[in-house]
């Protein structure tokens, strides 16, 4: 059974800071491709960060460039995501999800399994 189980997140002001991990069993961790999404309130889900198997490519959406930062410890099954300078549009439900392959897709179909989601909720 595959499980990818998030921990971090919660309640943070403007231009504070916050990171989380995602902990993979059930999966070969190393044959993955690894990323974060996220869905703010009425929105649909979107990409904001991918890494490679290996962790030598990495992706992140043009609105998060420069300010979310996402790395992987393949010895503990987990990949990470640093997240800086928050701003309230940062505000949703964030997820962590796994696919098998090369790269660091960005397409949210590609990606088989999806974490459980944390909140990030940013006040102004």
């Known amino acids: 059974q595959v499980q990818l189980v998030e921990s971090g997140g919660g309640l943070v002001q403007a231009g504070g800071s916050l990171s989380f991990s995602c902990t993979a069993s059930g999966i070969i961790f190393g044959l993955y491709n690894m990323a974060w999404f996220r869905q703010a309130p009425g929105k649909e889900r979107e990409f904001v960060a991918g890494?490679?198997?290996?962790?030598?490519?990495?992706n992140s959406a043009d609105s998060v460039k420069g300010r979310f930062f996402i790395s992987r410890d393949n010895a503990k099954n987990t990949v990470y995501l640093q997240i800086n300078s928050l701003k309230p549009e940062d505000t949703a439900v964030y997820y962590c999800?796994?696919?098998?392959?090369?790269?660091?897709?960005?397409?949210?179909?590609?990606?088989?399994?999806w974490g459980q989601g944390t909140q990030v909720t940013v006040s102004s």
């Open positions: 890494i490679s198997r290996r962790g030598d490519i990495t």
């Open positions: 999800a796994a696919r098998l392959g090369l790269g660091a897709s960005s397409t949210i179909d590609e990606y088989a399994y």
